[in-house]
Protein backbone atom coordinates (compact mmCIF):
# COMPACT_ATOMS: atom_id res chain seq x y z
CA UNK A 1 0.00 0.00 0.00
CA UNK A 2 3.12 2.42 1.15
CA UNK A 3 4.49 1.39 -2.29
CA UNK A 4 1.24 2.30 -3.93
CA UNK A 5 0.72 5.76 -2.72
CA UNK A 6 4.48 6.55 -3.34
CA UNK A 7 3.92 5.40 -7.04
CA UNK A 8 0.95 7.36 -7.17
CA UNK A 9 2.73 10.88 -5.63
CA UNK A 10 6.00 10.59 -7.73
CA UNK A 11 3.50 10.17 -10.55
CA UNK A 12 1.49 13.48 -9.41
CA UNK A 13 4.84 15.30 -9.73
CA UNK A 14 5.81 14.07 -12.90
CA UNK A 15 2.63 15.40 -14.38
CA UNK A 16 3.18 18.75 -12.72
CA UNK A 17 6.97 18.60 -13.94
CA UNK A 18 5.53 18.07 -17.47
CA UNK A 19 2.91 20.53 -16.82
CA UNK A 20 5.39 23.30 -16.25
CA UNK A 21 7.56 22.60 -18.99
CA UNK A 22 4.05 23.09 -21.09
CA UNK A 23 3.73 26.26 -19.91
CA UNK A 24 6.80 27.54 -20.59
CA UNK A 25 6.68 25.97 -23.75
CA UNK A 26 3.36 27.72 -24.26
CA UNK A 27 4.60 31.01 -22.95
CA UNK A 28 7.53 31.12 -25.48
CA UNK A 29 5.65 30.57 -28.51
CA UNK A 30 2.91 32.69 -27.76
CA UNK A 31 5.65 35.28 -26.52
CA UNK A 32 7.77 35.09 -29.29
CA UNK A 33 4.78 34.35 -32.35
CA UNK A 34 3.91 37.53 -31.06
CA UNK A 35 6.51 39.69 -31.70
CA UNK A 36 7.60 38.08 -35.12
CA UNK A 37 4.11 38.80 -36.12
CA UNK A 38 3.97 42.50 -34.54
CA UNK A 39 7.59 43.23 -36.46
CA UNK A 40 7.13 41.52 -39.67
CA UNK A 41 3.25 41.74 -40.44
CA UNK A 42 2.32 44.75 -38.17
CA UNK A 43 -0.25 42.18 -36.34
CA UNK A 44 -0.87 40.26 -33.58
CA UNK A 45 -2.68 37.52 -31.61
CA UNK A 46 -4.66 39.37 -29.36
CA UNK A 47 -4.86 36.41 -26.71
CA UNK A 48 -1.13 35.44 -26.88
CA UNK A 49 -0.34 38.35 -24.15
CA UNK A 50 -3.16 37.18 -21.71
CA UNK A 51 -2.57 33.32 -22.04
CA UNK A 52 0.80 33.78 -21.64
CA UNK A 53 0.30 35.70 -18.33
CA UNK A 54 -2.04 32.98 -17.58
CA UNK A 55 0.59 30.38 -18.37
CA UNK A 56 3.26 32.23 -16.31
CA UNK A 57 0.59 32.46 -13.20
CA UNK A 58 0.44 28.65 -13.25
CA UNK A 59 3.53 28.00 -13.94
CA UNK A 60 5.04 29.85 -10.49
CA UNK A 61 2.72 28.19 -8.91
CA UNK A 62 3.04 24.68 -10.36
CA UNK A 63 6.98 25.44 -9.96
CA UNK A 64 6.55 26.22 -6.21
CA UNK A 65 5.28 22.90 -5.25
CA UNK A 66 7.41 20.92 -7.26
CA UNK A 67 10.92 22.91 -5.66
CA UNK A 68 8.83 22.36 -2.29
CA UNK A 69 9.35 18.63 -2.87
CA UNK A 70 12.87 18.77 -4.05
CA UNK A 71 13.90 21.22 -1.12
CA UNK A 72 15.17 23.68 -3.67
CA UNK A 73 13.43 26.88 -2.21
CA UNK A 74 15.96 29.52 -1.14
CA UNK A 75 17.36 29.11 2.31
CA UNK A 76 19.61 30.37 4.84
CA UNK A 77 21.21 28.44 7.28
CA UNK A 78 23.65 30.30 9.30
CA UNK A 79 22.04 29.88 12.46
CA UNK A 80 20.46 26.40 12.12
CA UNK A 81 24.16 24.95 11.65
CA UNK A 82 24.93 26.36 14.95
CA UNK A 83 22.30 24.60 16.72
CA UNK A 84 21.58 21.71 18.42
CA UNK A 85 19.43 19.04 17.32
CA UNK A 86 17.02 20.11 19.51
CA UNK A 87 17.34 23.65 18.79
CA UNK A 88 17.20 22.52 14.95
CA UNK A 89 14.03 20.47 15.89
CA UNK A 90 12.17 23.61 17.20
CA UNK A 91 13.71 26.10 14.36
CA UNK A 92 11.82 23.13 11.85
CA UNK A 93 8.76 22.86 14.24
CA UNK A 94 8.45 26.82 13.48
CA UNK A 95 8.77 27.19 10.56
CA UNK A 96 6.87 24.59 9.03
CA UNK A 97 4.29 25.22 11.32
CA UNK A 98 4.25 28.93 9.89
CA UNK A 99 3.91 27.68 6.47
CA UNK A 100 1.31 25.26 7.49
CA UNK A 101 -0.54 28.54 8.62
CA UNK A 102 0.10 30.06 5.39
CA UNK A 103 -0.99 27.47 2.98
CA UNK A 104 -4.48 27.68 5.63
CA UNK A 105 -5.09 31.40 4.72
CA UNK A 106 -3.94 30.68 0.97
CA UNK A 107 -6.92 28.24 0.73
CA UNK A 108 -9.47 30.54 2.56
CA UNK A 109 -8.43 33.54 0.61
CA UNK A 110 -8.95 31.52 -2.61
CA UNK A 111 -12.33 29.96 -1.37
CA UNK A 112 -13.71 33.46 -0.29
CA UNK A 113 -12.21 34.94 -3.69
CA UNK A 114 -13.95 31.76 -5.27
CA UNK A 115 -17.59 33.41 -5.77
CA UNK A 116 -15.84 36.82 -7.08
CA UNK A 117 -13.48 35.03 -9.86
CA UNK A 118 -15.97 32.61 -11.08
CA UNK A 119 -17.79 35.62 -12.47
CA UNK A 120 -15.38 37.51 -13.19
CA UNK A 121 -14.58 36.69 -16.88
CA UNK A 122 -10.83 37.53 -18.72
CA UNK A 123 -11.25 40.42 -21.24
CA UNK A 124 -9.96 38.90 -23.99
CA UNK A 125 -10.28 35.34 -23.83
CA UNK A 126 -13.74 35.68 -22.21
CA UNK A 127 -12.68 32.46 -19.69
CA UNK A 128 -13.65 32.19 -15.79
CA UNK A 129 -10.92 33.89 -13.57
CA UNK A 130 -11.49 30.89 -11.21
CA UNK A 131 -9.29 28.69 -14.33
CA UNK A 132 -6.28 31.17 -13.59
CA UNK A 133 -6.78 31.64 -9.40
CA UNK A 134 -8.30 28.07 -8.72
CA UNK A 135 -4.60 26.82 -8.59
CA UNK A 136 -4.56 28.28 -5.35
CA UNK A 137 -6.98 25.08 -4.26
CA UNK A 138 -4.22 22.47 -5.57
CA UNK A 139 -1.10 24.67 -4.44
CA UNK A 140 -2.59 25.56 -0.51
CA UNK A 141 -3.46 21.55 -0.23
CA UNK A 142 -0.40 20.05 -1.48
CA UNK A 143 1.84 22.48 0.02
CA UNK A 144 0.17 22.17 3.25
CA UNK A 145 -0.01 18.36 3.41
CA UNK A 146 3.73 18.82 2.47
CA UNK A 147 4.39 20.97 6.25
CA UNK A 148 1.73 18.26 8.08
CA UNK A 149 3.91 15.72 6.68
CA UNK A 150 7.22 16.96 7.68
CA UNK A 151 5.17 17.72 11.05
CA UNK A 152 4.18 14.63 11.69
CA UNK A 153 7.78 13.05 10.92
CA UNK A 154 9.27 15.66 13.11
CA UNK A 155 6.55 15.01 16.09
CA UNK A 156 7.08 10.75 16.20
CA UNK A 157 10.73 11.27 15.73
CA UNK A 158 11.04 10.17 12.44
CA UNK A 159 13.20 12.53 11.14
CA UNK A 160 16.80 12.40 10.38
CA UNK A 161 19.52 14.71 11.07
CA UNK A 162 20.45 15.72 7.76
CA UNK A 163 16.49 16.63 7.41
CA UNK A 164 16.51 18.91 10.40
CA UNK A 165 18.52 21.23 7.65
CA UNK A 166 15.97 22.37 4.77
CA UNK A 167 18.34 23.81 2.63
CA UNK A 168 20.07 22.55 -0.61
CA UNK A 169 23.57 23.63 -0.87
CA UNK A 170 24.04 26.03 -3.95
CA UNK A 171 25.54 24.52 -7.55
CA UNK A 172 28.10 25.65 -8.80
CA UNK A 173 30.17 27.31 -5.68
CA UNK A 174 33.61 26.53 -5.79
CA UNK A 175 35.90 24.73 -3.01
CA UNK A 176 37.19 28.00 -1.52
CA UNK A 177 33.44 29.33 -1.51
CA UNK A 178 32.40 25.85 0.07
CA UNK A 179 34.81 26.14 2.61
CA UNK A 180 34.20 29.86 3.38
CA UNK A 181 30.27 29.24 3.37
CA UNK A 182 30.81 25.89 5.82
CA UNK A 183 33.43 28.35 8.11
CA UNK A 184 36.17 26.00 7.52
CA UNK A 185 38.13 29.01 5.82
Known sequence: MQNLLQALIDRFFRLLEWLVVVCMVAMVAMVFGNVLLRYLFNSGITISEEMSRYCFIWLTYIGAMVAMREGAHLGVDTLIQHLG????????????????????????????MHGLQATNVSPVVGISMIWVFGIGYVVSVVMGTMNVRVLWRLASGRITEQELVQVVEAEGLTDIEKAVAEGRA
Do not use: H
Open 85 to 112: IKGRKVCLFISETLMLMCNLLFLVGTWK
